[in-house]
């Protein structure tokens, strides 16, 4: 069945640094989505890509839909102690909506 | 806050027992979703409904069930329960989508499940 990967599982970032966190499909995507998982939280859509290579910003988040339609990247550039939690991607698989969600990566912060 | 209500928030119990989840979904929403979390781990989909019937199924062990009712709320039932099923149980409900884009899906407070 399909895989989602996600990596790093485990990013420690210093605040006001950059990161990138990666998703790769087992196979290609109709599109895939991005949601945050606060610690002691539940997760919380962030965006949705569509077409093949698709870059969409949300403030100081870049997300990136990659060309083969298989891989997608998650880029915080001047990481905040906000930023911390669990990022998830997801791909739908072929019937009912049905979201197959990645490992995630867990995002820690230092002061 | 998503709109989306699940009780209990907490749940102890011992193994060997049954329990039941429950969820509301958002107004309007007709598709609801379970999702199993255990500790530090991802989110493993269980079951999802819509509309009242059962739409697709994941790696939902067969001593869980579930069912969603006419007025579209849904209960996980977890029965004969094991040390392994403790775990935080996310309920998640869409609209369906059309136009080759996918539900978003919103996440419900969850249930933290604790089997002793």
């Known amino acids: 069945g399909q895989q989602v990967m996600q990596i790093p599982q485990y990013q420690h970032v210093q605040e006001g640094e950059d990161f990138t966190t990666y998703c790769n499909s087992s196979?290609?995507?109709?599109?895939i989505q991005w949601y945050k998982q606060r610690p002691g939280g539940h997760p919380v859509f962030l965006i949705q890509?569509?077409?093949?290579?698709e870059v969409k910003k949300q403030k100081r988040l870049t997300f990136q839909f990659g060309e083969a339609k298989k891989n997608s990247s998650l880029h915080i550039t001047a990481t905040q102690t906000t930023d911390v939690g669990t990022y998830f991607c997801?791909?739908?698989?072929?019937?009912?909506?049905?979201?197959?969600f990645g490992g995630g990566t867990r995002v820690l912060v230092k002061p | 806050d998503s709109g989306v209500t699940q009780t209990p928030k907490h749940l102890i119990t011992a193994t060997g027992q049954r329990v039941t989840l429950r969820c509301s979904p958002r107004?309007?929403?007709?598709?609801v979703y379970w999702y199993q979390q255990s500790l530090d781990q991802g989110l493993q989909f269980l079951i999802q409904?819509?509309?009242?019937?059962?739409?697709a199924k994941g790696n939902i062990l067969e001593r869980f069930s579930a069912q969603q009712f006419p007025d579209l709320h849904s209960e996980l039932n977890l029965s004969s329960l094991e040390l392994g099923d403790s775990a935080l149980y996310f309920c998640?409900?869409?609209?369906?989508?059309?136009?080759?884009?996918?539900?978003?899906?919103?996440f419900g407070p969850g249930t933290r499940l604790t089997v002793l």
């Open positions: 998640a409900s869409s609209v369906v989508a059309s136009g080759g884009v996918t539900d978003t899906q919103y």
């Open positions: 196979t290609t995507l109709s599109n």
């Open positions: 890509l569509v077409k093949s290579g």
């Open positions: 997801a791909g739908p698989q072929a019937a009912g909506n049905k979201l197959t």
């Open positions: 107004s309007g929403d007709l598709s």
């Open positions: 409904y819509y509309n009242g019937e059962e739409r």
